[in-house]
């Protein structure tokens, strides 16, 4: 059975919407099958959660790019934005960098890419360039995750504008959510495919 659904023939320059989901057809995947499903209980605790849903949206985030090349990668699908799937991966591993640049008191960490807007211009289409992306983001996140596991109150201020571990959590959950968002435009515009 093909993935693709119906659409309307003389609609040429809009790809197909689909989804992988076999039950739920407008569903990004099947409910048994979403890697970001919870037993219905939720975790226990305010810090938990925080981390249940950051690691959600980072999921989602990951969930958004699979299974494309690349171009597709690359590609500016929402014009006259410059953003791209492997740009908003390439600005997340930037913006893990740069909150630990927030919890700390010594010199700060140079940016992974360079001058501004970097992560979103330099994102081009180049296996080793999507590589590089992916790995960024995975050791900033691991990076960002080891600076603050030493901080469970949630009250405490760090660094030298005392930002509140608390405020900073939520940060990191908005920041990915945002962006989750543009990455549900991004893909819908590269092949058409849509869901949660």
Not at 43 to 71: H, I, V
Not at 76 to 88: A, D, E, H, I, K
Not at 161 to 170: C, F, Q
Request: with cysteine.
């Amino acid at each position: 059975m093909s993935d693709l659904l119906p659409t309307d023939p003389t609609e040429t320059d809009r790809p197909a919407r689909w989804s992988r989901a076999t039950v739920y057809p407008d569903m990004w995947a099947d409910p048994d099958d979403d890697p970001r499903a919870r037993d219905q209980t939720g975790p226990d605790g305010e810090l938990a959660t925080l981390l249940n849903f950051l690691a959600d949206y980072r999921t989602t985030l990951r969930m958004k790019c699979e299974g494309l090349d690349a171009e597709q990668l690359a590609r500016r699908s929402v014009p006259p934005s410059t953003m791209s799937l492997l740009g908003l991966v390439r600005h997340l591993a930037e913006v893990e960098r740069d909150w630990q640049n927030w919890i700390t008191n010594g010199e700060p960490l140079p940016k992974l890419y360079g001058r501004r807007d970097a992560d979103f211009d330099e994102a081009v289409a180049e296996q080793a360039v999507v590589d590089g992306a992916h790995a960024d983001l995975a050791r900033e996140q691991a990076a960002t995750d080891a600076a603050l596991a030493g901080h469970p109150d949630l009250g405490e201020r760090l660094g030298k504008d005392g930002i509140a571990v608390r405020e900073l959590m939520v940060h990191r959950i908005e920041e990915y959510a945002r962006h989750c968002g543009h990455a549900d435009l991004l893909r819908e515009c590269v092949d058409g495919r849509v869901g949660q």
